[in-house]
Protein backbone atom coordinates (compact mmCIF):
# COMPACT_ATOMS: atom_id res chain seq x y z
CA UNK A 1 0.00 0.00 0.00
CA UNK A 2 1.16 3.67 -0.62
CA UNK A 3 1.62 5.21 2.20
CA UNK A 4 0.96 8.39 0.28
CA UNK A 5 -2.55 7.26 -0.72
CA UNK A 6 -3.76 6.59 2.85
CA UNK A 7 -6.76 8.72 4.17
CA UNK A 8 -5.93 10.03 7.64
CA UNK A 9 -9.05 10.51 9.52
CA UNK A 10 -9.77 12.58 13.10
CA UNK A 11 -13.10 11.35 14.58
CA UNK A 12 -15.55 13.68 16.13
CA UNK A 13 -17.69 11.79 18.70
CA UNK A 14 -16.85 8.47 20.02
CA UNK A 15 -20.15 7.09 20.97
CA UNK A 16 -23.01 3.98 19.40
CA UNK A 17 -23.09 5.22 16.08
CA UNK A 18 -19.42 5.70 15.80
CA UNK A 19 -18.22 2.72 17.09
CA UNK A 20 -21.45 0.14 16.14
CA UNK A 21 -22.23 1.53 12.78
CA UNK A 22 -19.23 3.44 11.38
CA UNK A 23 -15.97 1.49 12.86
CA UNK A 24 -16.96 -2.26 11.80
CA UNK A 25 -17.17 -0.31 8.20
CA UNK A 26 -14.22 1.76 8.81
CA UNK A 27 -12.49 -1.11 9.69
CA UNK A 28 -12.42 -3.34 6.45
CA UNK A 29 -10.58 0.13 4.67
CA UNK A 30 -6.68 -0.59 3.86
CA UNK A 31 -6.46 2.63 3.14
CA UNK A 32 -7.61 4.66 5.60
CA UNK A 33 -6.58 5.08 9.28
CA UNK A 34 -7.67 6.88 12.28
CA UNK A 35 -5.12 9.56 13.70
CA UNK A 36 -7.34 11.25 16.19
CA UNK A 37 -10.52 11.04 18.29
CA UNK A 38 -12.40 13.85 20.22
CA UNK A 39 -14.88 13.87 22.86
CA UNK A 40 -16.04 16.38 25.29
CA UNK A 41 -15.72 14.13 27.85
CA UNK A 42 -11.99 13.59 28.48
CA UNK A 43 -12.18 10.02 30.06
CA UNK A 44 -14.15 8.96 26.94
CA UNK A 45 -12.15 10.08 24.32
CA UNK A 46 -9.11 8.67 26.10
CA UNK A 47 -10.89 4.74 26.61
CA UNK A 48 -11.51 5.46 23.07
CA UNK A 49 -8.08 5.87 21.86
CA UNK A 50 -6.91 3.24 23.67
CA UNK A 51 -9.46 0.47 22.38
CA UNK A 52 -8.25 1.26 19.11
CA UNK A 53 -4.81 2.00 19.22
CA UNK A 54 -5.41 5.92 17.98
CA UNK A 55 -2.55 7.55 18.61
CA UNK A 56 -4.37 10.95 19.60
CA UNK A 57 -7.48 12.14 21.52
CA UNK A 58 -8.95 15.80 22.39
CA UNK A 59 -11.61 17.56 24.26
CA UNK A 60 -11.54 20.62 21.94
CA UNK A 61 -12.42 20.20 18.16
CA UNK A 62 -10.71 22.68 16.59
CA UNK A 63 -7.50 20.58 18.25
CA UNK A 64 -8.58 18.26 16.00
CA UNK A 65 -9.21 19.77 12.78
CA UNK A 66 -6.23 21.33 12.70
CA UNK A 67 -3.66 17.73 13.36
CA UNK A 68 -1.48 18.28 10.51
CA UNK A 69 -2.03 15.05 10.69
CA UNK A 70 -5.52 14.56 10.19
CA UNK A 71 -7.20 14.89 6.10
CA UNK A 72 -10.60 14.15 6.61
CA UNK A 73 -13.31 14.87 9.37
CA UNK A 74 -15.98 12.19 10.35
CA UNK A 75 -18.71 14.13 12.37
CA UNK A 76 -21.09 11.44 14.61
CA UNK A 77 -22.42 13.92 17.35
CA UNK A 78 -26.38 14.99 17.58
CA UNK A 79 -27.00 16.97 14.63
CA UNK A 80 -27.31 20.03 16.58
CA UNK A 81 -23.43 20.22 16.00
CA UNK A 82 -22.82 18.99 12.91
CA UNK A 83 -22.94 22.34 11.31
CA UNK A 84 -20.37 24.18 13.67
CA UNK A 85 -18.32 21.07 13.57
CA UNK A 86 -18.62 20.77 9.44
CA UNK A 87 -17.80 24.36 9.16
CA UNK A 88 -14.87 24.08 11.71
CA UNK A 89 -13.04 21.02 9.69
CA UNK A 90 -14.08 22.74 6.19
CA UNK A 91 -12.38 26.22 7.01
CA UNK A 92 -9.24 23.84 8.80
CA UNK A 93 -8.99 22.57 5.00
CA UNK A 94 -10.18 19.13 6.08
CA UNK A 95 -13.01 16.99 4.01
CA UNK A 96 -15.90 15.94 5.90
CA UNK A 97 -18.32 13.44 6.35
CA UNK A 98 -21.20 13.63 8.40
CA UNK A 99 -23.93 12.07 10.05
CA UNK A 100 -26.94 12.45 8.81
CA UNK A 101 -29.75 15.07 9.03
CA UNK A 102 -27.06 17.66 7.85
CA UNK A 103 -27.93 19.74 9.75
CA UNK A 104 -30.98 20.59 12.22
CA UNK A 105 -32.08 24.05 9.77
CA UNK A 106 -32.29 24.68 6.36
CA UNK A 107 -29.98 27.67 6.64
CA UNK A 108 -27.06 25.37 8.13
CA UNK A 109 -27.19 23.33 5.04
CA UNK A 110 -26.72 26.42 2.76
CA UNK A 111 -23.68 27.65 4.76
CA UNK A 112 -22.20 23.89 4.66
CA UNK A 113 -22.36 24.64 1.09
CA UNK A 114 -20.68 27.86 1.22
CA UNK A 115 -17.87 27.47 2.76
CA UNK A 116 -17.50 24.14 1.02
CA UNK A 117 -17.17 25.61 -2.29
CA UNK A 118 -15.30 28.62 -1.34
CA UNK A 119 -12.89 25.88 0.51
CA UNK A 120 -12.99 23.57 -2.09
CA UNK A 121 -12.99 20.83 0.30
CA UNK A 122 -16.02 17.97 -0.15
CA UNK A 123 -18.30 17.79 2.55
CA UNK A 124 -20.16 14.50 2.72
CA UNK A 125 -23.41 13.08 4.24
CA UNK A 126 -24.10 9.21 5.92
CA UNK A 127 -27.22 8.47 3.43
CA UNK A 128 -25.29 5.66 2.96
CA UNK A 129 -28.74 3.98 1.60
CA UNK A 130 -28.16 5.20 -1.88
CA UNK A 131 -25.01 2.64 -2.08
CA UNK A 132 -26.43 -0.41 -0.71
CA UNK A 133 -27.85 -3.12 -3.13
CA UNK A 134 -31.40 -3.50 -1.49
CA UNK A 135 -31.94 0.20 -2.91
CA UNK A 136 -30.04 -0.04 -5.93
CA UNK A 137 -32.42 -3.04 -7.45
CA UNK A 138 -35.32 -0.88 -6.21
CA UNK A 139 -34.12 1.97 -8.54
CA UNK A 140 -33.23 -0.72 -11.43
CA UNK A 141 -36.45 -1.84 -11.16
CA UNK A 142 -38.06 2.48 -11.78
CA UNK A 143 -35.40 2.62 -14.19
CA UNK A 144 -36.03 -0.42 -16.42
CA UNK A 145 -39.86 0.81 -16.49
CA UNK A 146 -40.97 -2.36 -14.30
CA UNK A 147 -43.74 -0.20 -13.67
CA UNK A 148 -44.02 1.79 -16.35
CA UNK A 149 -44.63 5.79 -15.70
CA UNK A 150 -44.34 6.59 -12.28
CA UNK A 151 -47.68 8.49 -10.79
CA UNK A 152 -47.22 8.51 -6.93
CA UNK A 153 -45.37 7.55 -4.15
CA UNK A 154 -46.56 6.80 -0.31
CA UNK A 155 -44.44 6.54 2.23
CA UNK A 156 -46.25 5.07 5.74
CA UNK A 157 -44.06 3.98 8.73
CA UNK A 158 -45.38 3.19 12.36
CA UNK A 159 -43.71 1.72 15.22
CA UNK A 160 -44.59 1.49 18.69
CA UNK A 161 -42.58 4.01 21.43
CA UNK A 162 -39.51 2.76 22.67
CA UNK A 163 -38.61 1.82 26.29
CA UNK A 164 -36.72 5.09 27.14
CA UNK A 165 -39.46 7.17 25.37
CA UNK A 166 -41.42 6.55 28.89
CA UNK A 167 -38.75 8.24 30.95
CA UNK A 168 -40.29 11.79 30.76
CA UNK A 169 -37.11 12.84 33.06
CA UNK A 170 -34.43 11.83 30.87
CA UNK A 171 -35.63 11.25 27.26
CA UNK A 172 -33.15 10.34 24.64
CA UNK A 173 -31.68 13.35 22.41
CA UNK A 174 -33.58 12.05 19.63
CA UNK A 175 -36.74 13.60 21.48
CA UNK A 176 -35.31 16.78 22.52
CA UNK A 177 -35.82 19.34 19.51
CA UNK A 178 -33.08 21.90 20.63
CA UNK A 179 -30.51 18.83 20.60
CA UNK A 180 -31.97 16.57 17.16
CA UNK A 181 -34.11 19.11 15.37
CA UNK A 182 -37.03 17.65 15.87
CA UNK A 183 -38.32 14.29 17.12
CA UNK A 184 -37.95 10.86 15.53
CA UNK A 185 -39.25 12.16 12.10
CA UNK A 186 -36.34 14.04 11.69
CA UNK A 187 -34.06 11.17 12.57
CA UNK A 188 -35.46 9.12 10.35
CA UNK A 189 -37.51 10.26 7.66
CA UNK A 190 -34.66 11.99 6.16
CA UNK A 191 -33.40 8.36 4.75
CA UNK A 192 -37.08 7.43 3.03
CA UNK A 193 -36.72 11.25 1.97
CA UNK A 194 -33.10 11.09 0.53
CA UNK A 195 -33.77 8.02 -1.18
CA UNK A 196 -36.80 8.70 -2.97
CA UNK A 197 -34.89 12.25 -4.21
CA UNK A 198 -32.76 9.75 -5.93
CA UNK A 199 -35.17 8.10 -7.41
CA UNK A 200 -37.42 11.21 -8.53
CA UNK A 201 -35.09 13.83 -8.18
CA UNK A 202 -35.69 16.54 -6.02
CA UNK A 203 -38.50 17.75 -4.17
CA UNK A 204 -39.82 21.29 -4.74
CA UNK A 205 -43.08 21.35 -2.59
CA UNK A 206 -44.25 20.08 0.63
CA UNK A 207 -46.47 20.51 3.63
CA UNK A 208 -47.10 18.95 6.51
CA UNK A 209 -49.40 18.45 9.76
CA UNK A 210 -47.21 17.44 12.96
CA UNK A 211 -48.97 16.39 16.31
CA UNK A 212 -48.39 14.41 19.63
CA UNK A 213 -51.37 11.81 20.02
CA UNK A 214 -49.13 10.26 23.03
CA UNK A 215 -48.45 12.56 25.38
CA UNK A 216 -44.98 10.93 26.40
CA UNK A 217 -42.87 13.83 25.48
CA UNK A 218 -43.38 17.22 23.87
CA UNK A 219 -42.52 16.93 20.65
CA UNK A 220 -44.29 15.66 17.54
CA UNK A 221 -44.85 11.53 17.64
CA UNK A 222 -47.16 11.48 14.31
CA UNK A 223 -46.59 13.46 11.37
CA UNK A 224 -48.53 13.10 7.63
CA UNK A 225 -47.24 15.21 4.60
CA UNK A 226 -47.59 16.10 1.36
CA UNK A 227 -44.89 16.69 -1.42
CA UNK A 228 -44.35 17.13 -5.13
CA UNK A 229 -41.37 16.04 -7.03
CA UNK A 230 -39.81 18.78 -9.74
CA UNK A 231 -41.62 16.49 -12.69
CA UNK A 232 -44.57 16.86 -11.04
CA UNK A 233 -45.75 13.70 -9.31
CA UNK A 234 -47.31 13.99 -5.96
CA UNK A 235 -46.75 11.91 -2.71
CA UNK A 236 -47.10 11.74 0.48
CA UNK A 237 -46.06 10.22 3.59
CA UNK A 238 -47.48 8.98 7.30
CA UNK A 239 -45.58 8.76 10.33
CA UNK A 240 -46.41 7.21 13.96
CA UNK A 241 -44.10 6.91 16.65
CA UNK A 242 -46.59 5.78 19.15
CA UNK A 243 -48.70 3.30 17.25
CA UNK A 244 -49.70 -0.30 18.75
CA UNK A 245 -46.98 -3.35 18.08
CA UNK A 246 -49.92 -4.66 15.53
CA UNK A 247 -49.87 -1.70 13.25
CA UNK A 248 -46.15 -1.75 13.08
CA UNK A 249 -45.24 -0.93 9.29
CA UNK A 250 -41.92 0.09 7.30
CA UNK A 251 -42.94 0.59 3.90
CA UNK A 252 -43.02 2.84 0.68
CA UNK A 253 -45.14 1.93 -2.27
CA UNK A 254 -44.40 3.07 -6.01
CA UNK A 255 -47.70 3.10 -7.74
CA UNK A 256 -47.12 3.17 -11.78
CA UNK A 257 -49.37 2.86 -14.80
CA UNK A 258 -48.33 -0.50 -15.22
CA UNK A 259 -48.06 -1.97 -11.28
CA UNK A 260 -46.47 -1.20 -8.33
CA UNK A 261 -43.53 -1.42 -6.18
CA UNK A 262 -43.11 -2.21 -2.63
CA UNK A 263 -40.24 -2.29 -0.36
CA UNK A 264 -38.89 -1.27 3.44
CA UNK A 265 -36.62 1.34 4.46
CA UNK A 266 -35.28 -0.37 7.95
CA UNK A 267 -36.38 -3.50 7.89
CA UNK A 268 -35.00 -4.26 4.15
CA UNK A 269 -38.05 -6.91 3.38
CA UNK A 270 -38.36 -8.58 0.28
CA UNK A 271 -38.54 -5.68 -2.58
CA UNK A 272 -42.62 -6.62 -3.79
CA UNK A 273 -43.25 -6.14 -7.57
CA UNK A 274 -46.37 -6.16 -8.81
CA UNK A 275 -46.98 -5.59 -12.68
CA UNK A 276 -48.54 -7.23 -15.69
CA UNK A 277 -46.13 -10.32 -15.62
CA UNK A 278 -47.21 -11.48 -12.35
CA UNK A 279 -46.51 -10.93 -8.58
CA UNK A 280 -42.92 -11.85 -7.52
CA UNK A 281 -40.60 -11.16 -4.22
CA UNK A 282 -36.97 -9.95 -4.93
CA UNK A 283 -34.41 -10.26 -2.44
CA UNK A 284 -31.24 -7.45 -2.18
CA UNK A 285 -28.22 -8.72 -0.08
CA UNK A 286 -26.79 -5.93 1.46
CA UNK A 287 -23.26 -6.02 2.93
CA UNK A 288 -22.51 -7.09 6.11
CA UNK A 289 -21.20 -3.32 6.83
CA UNK A 290 -23.84 -1.57 5.46
CA UNK A 291 -21.14 1.79 5.66
CA UNK A 292 -19.17 0.36 3.45
CA UNK A 293 -20.40 1.06 -0.04
CA UNK A 294 -20.32 4.64 0.81
CA UNK A 295 -17.25 4.72 2.61
CA UNK A 296 -15.56 3.01 -0.65
CA UNK A 297 -16.87 5.93 -2.47
CA UNK A 298 -15.59 8.45 -0.69
CA UNK A 299 -12.12 6.99 0.24
CA UNK A 300 -11.77 7.03 -3.38
CA UNK A 301 -13.16 10.31 -4.35
CA UNK A 302 -10.03 11.94 -1.66
CA UNK A 303 -7.55 9.70 -3.37
CA UNK A 304 -8.83 11.21 -6.67
CA UNK A 305 -9.92 7.84 -8.27
CA UNK A 306 -13.70 8.74 -8.64
CA UNK A 307 -16.46 11.08 -7.66
CA UNK A 308 -19.14 10.65 -4.65
CA UNK A 309 -22.09 12.79 -5.43
CA UNK A 310 -23.63 11.72 -1.97
CA UNK A 311 -22.24 15.10 -0.47
CA UNK A 312 -23.91 18.35 1.26
CA UNK A 313 -25.30 19.86 -1.92
CA UNK A 314 -27.02 16.51 -2.50
CA UNK A 315 -28.49 16.31 0.92
CA UNK A 316 -29.87 20.10 1.53
CA UNK A 317 -32.94 19.31 -0.50
CA UNK A 318 -33.63 16.72 2.27
CA UNK A 319 -33.45 18.94 4.90
CA UNK A 320 -35.33 21.54 2.86
CA UNK A 321 -38.15 19.32 3.12
CA UNK A 322 -37.91 17.51 6.67
CA UNK A 323 -38.37 21.71 7.32
CA UNK A 324 -41.20 22.47 5.38
CA UNK A 325 -43.22 19.39 6.46
CA UNK A 326 -42.79 20.21 10.43
CA UNK A 327 -43.86 23.89 9.67
CA UNK A 328 -39.49 24.93 10.39
CA UNK A 329 -39.38 27.13 7.25
Known amino acids: MDTQNIIKWGFIGCGEATEKKFLPAFSTLVDSKIMAVMSRKEERAKRFAGRYRIPRWYTDAQNLVTDPDVDAVYIATPPSTHATYALMALNAGKAVYVEKPLATHYDDCLRINRVSAAVRKPCFVAYY ?179 CRCDSVSATPTNWAIDRILGKI
Open 129 to 307: RRYLPYFMKVKELVDSGAIGKMLTAQIRFAVPPRDLDYNSSDLPWRLQPDIAGGGYFYDLAPHQLDFLQQLFGPIVEAQGFKANRGGLYSTEDTVSASFRFADGMPASGVWCFVAHESAKEDRILLIGERGQISFSVFTYAPIHLQNEEGSRHIGGENPEHVQFPLLREIVDHLQGKSI
